[in-house]
């Protein structure tokens, strides 16, 4: 039977013949292990929708390039790929559960209501579960209830029955099938298990006593043995990121870090994706969700082609007003990874210039912040990273200013992570 093995690589990290160090460990063949490689980052490919494999390949030399998470190879063979923005050091499992969980339910930090708590606390657990709180009661003016044949006794007859039982009723009357319109289904089954679960490891007093709350107000029906995903009818389609963040907490995602809950397809992410979520969640729990203007498109000019003629936009990440002694000034702020990350450049490229020329001219604001995820040497191992912030390049052109900040990530998940790296965005801009 082969040992369990588990190997680790960093994303951008310097090429390496890692199908060596796998063929090694793992009891298998060189050419063995690089086709297990090969295939990995195919499945990488196919579960993000990317139009080319995330796997680089020079002379033997692997190097896996703007992908993280965790997945397996083989049977007893796994490979965690790390953001190169945390390394390998102790406790980048840890960050990096934290961002996924992030990245995956925006919503846990997109909500005016859920500000202070947020601001308060970075515990992953709290976070979620004031988070399947907030959604829950918002949603309670529309109960969630489906129609379901539910097992009835009573002596009045109002479903159907077997004849045969009419003879002979029991203590509490004739056995029927009744269709009823009723909380008892799947549904609230699976959030009153995810809140029930939850309430127990959540160190916030306030709120476990809440979601035990929350799992009190339901019909008490046992756990479902599948967690599946569903699709809520259209009557209750509100409740579905409440059901989806309820699935996953079952999952795993209640909890701290669990290797054993890491190796679904929703941990392999694309991590300029992960990173600018992480910006624009933040920049709203940092100057409140009116002030910051997300995905918004905005007129460059036109394009025609073929004798059509269609609108140029383009389309920032964020607009955001800033307060400071001055005044109120209005800011674009773009996520930026790919070339700091990669190249640890310490200037703005030609293409991220242009960029922001264009956002500049089609908005008419002057000022541009590119936010950059500080790069990690992998000799640190300290954790305070997470309250580092600062300016590493400017660039002015035109009455233009454009300004390149970079923000440490690792240690995010550790207590007051979150607040850290809001408060250390908030000071730079």
Not at 29 to 48: F, K, M, P, Y
Not at 85 to 98: I, K, M, Q
Not at 319 to 336: E, L, N
Request: aromatic share 8%; glycine share 6%.
């Amino acid at each position: 039977m082969r040992q369990w093995q588990r190997f680790t690589a960093i994303e951008y990290a310097k090429p390496s013949a890692l199908h060596e160090e796998i063929a090694k460990r793992g009891d298998v063949s060189a050419s063995a292990a690089r086709e297990l490689l090969l295939r990995a980052g195919d499945r990488v490919r196919g579960i993000l929708g990317l139009e080319s494999v995330p796997l680089s390949i020079n002379a033997d030399r692997f190097q896996f390039q703007n992908v993280a998470g965790l997945l397996v190879l083989a049977s007893g063979l796994e490979l965690e790929i790390a953001p190169k923005f945390l390394g390998s050091a102790p406790g980048w499992r840890e960050d990096f559960f934290f961002l996924a969980t992030l990245s995956h339910h925006g919503r846990l930090l997109d909500n005016e209501g859920l500000k202070s708590s947020a601001s308060a606390t970075s515990d992953l657990a709290t976070l979620i579960g004031r988070s399947l709180i907030e959604m829950y009661w918002k949603n309670q003016r529309r109960p969630l209830r489906t129609y379901r044949r539910l097992p009835h006794s009573e002596f009045a007859i109002e479903g159907d029955f077997d004849p045969e039982d009419l003879s002979v009723p029991t203590e509490e009357g004739f056995s029927q099938s009744v269709t009823s319109f009723t909380r008892e289904n799947p549904y609230n089954a699976v959030i009153r298990a995810a809140a029930a679960g939850l309430a127990p490891i959540v160190p916030d007093v306030e709120t476990r006593v809440r979601l035990e709350r929350l799992a009190q107000h339901l019909p008490h029906q046992q756990r479902p043995s599948r967690l599946q995903d569903r699709r809520m009818p259209s009557r209750s389609r509100a409740w579905q990121p409440t059901f989806d963040l309820s699935l996953d907490i079952l999952r795993g995602l209640g909890g701290a870090y669990d290797p054993k809950n890491a190796l679904a397809p929703g941990y392999v992410m694309q991590t300029w994706q992960v990173w600018e979520q992480l910006v624009s969640l933040s920049l709203r729990n940092a100057l409140m969700p009116k002030n910051v203007l997300l995905q918004s498109p905005n007129r460059l000019g036109t394009r025609t082609q073929d004798g059509a003629v269609r609108v140029l936009n383009v389309v920032p990440d964020a607009i955001a007003t800033v307060a400071d002694c001055s005044g109120q000034r209005r800011i674009i702020v773009d996520a930026k990874y790919k070339g700091h990350v990669d190249r640890s450049a310490t200037s703005i490229s030609n293409a991220d210039i242009y960029e922001s020329l264009a956002f500049s001219r089609a908005t008419g604001i002057s000022e541009v912040v590119l936010v950059y995820p500080r790069p990690v040497k992998e000799a640190v191992h300290f954790r305070d990273e997470v309250g580092h912030a600062a300016e590493f390049s400017r660039v002015e052109a035109d009455s233009i200013l454009i300004r390149a900040v970079e923000v440490g990530v690792r240690g995010i998940s550790g207590r007051s992570g979150l607040k850290n790296f809001t408060e250390a965005l908030r000071r730079v801009l």
